[in-house]
């Protein structure tokens, strides 16, 4: 079993729907959550950091459960610029990230 | 203030040969880590620098090693090159557990 699952998409969506991206982590030790950004042959950039209570920047919300090891993110209102790979990370401990393999989202006009 | 800087970019070497990556850690961060993202796959934990020790591992075979410098820059070395090498490898540097931050990666193509 991967130790982060993420479904690999893509999600083709038109400009201005909402979708929703889940994550798996299989370590309940797992201290911190983030999900990344990772654009066509770039390098993966944080989006935002995932907290229990939940939290949001923008568009962007980001949920953690730990009793069910699950993690999400909702983007709202697509936009064109939004299409990329999102990853769900996980830091073990001392920044040791473990990567799900990436959802690609597909945004259109 | 430099982000944190890869060197080659992109370099083709052929199965067998050895291969050397360097890594400029962003200013001020003193811990160095590196991932290996093959195709399609997301990013695989290599190993960690910190005051010039391995100081993690991932499921990686000995021909992968590297240093770090007394400037925190690092090296990652990798002998014996394999086709499955091929891949982006990631540098990525932080300090004290706060954001840590990627470069642009290099590009290997093993043939």
């Known amino acids: 079993r991967k130790e982060v699952e993420q479904d690999p998409g893509p999600f083709n969506v038109p400009e201005g729907a909402t979708v929703a991206f889940n994550c798996t982590y299989s370590?309940?030790?797992?201290?911190?959550f983030f999900w990344y950004r990772q654009d066509c042959r770039k390098e993966p950039k944080l989006l935002m950091s995932v907290y229990s209570s939940g939290n949001e920047d923008g568009r962007f919300t980001a949920q953690l459960n730990r009793a069910s090891q699950y993690i999400s993110l909702l983007i709202r209102d697509s936009k064109l610029s939004d299409s990329a790979t999102y990853l769900c990370?996980?830091?073990?401990?001392?920044?040791?990230?473990?990567f799900g393999t990436g959802t690609r989202l597909q945004v259109f006009p | 203030d430099a982000g944190v800087t890869q060197s080659p970019t992109h370099l083709i070497k052929t199965r067998g040969q050895q291969v050397t990556l360097r890594c400029s850690p962003k200013?001020?961060?003193?811990?160095v880590s590196w991932y290996q993202q093959a195709l399609g796959q997301g990013p695989q934990f290599i190993f960690q620098y910190y005051e010039e020790e391995e100081r993690q591992r991932g499921n990686f075979p000995d021909r992968f090693s590297g240093h770090q410098f007394p400037n925190y820059s690092s090296e990652l070395n990798v002998n014996a090159l394999l086709l499955g090498d091929s891949a982006l490898y990631l540098c990525?540097?932080?300090?004290?557990?706060?954001?840590?931050?990627f470069g642009e990666g290099s590009w290997l193509t093993v043939v």
């Open positions: 990370v996980v830091n073990q401990d001392t920044d040791k990230l473990i």
């Open positions: 370590n309940s030790a797992s201290q911190s």
């Open positions: 200013s001020g961060h003193d811990t």
């Open positions: 990525a540097s932080s300090f004290d557990g706060n954001t840590i931050y």
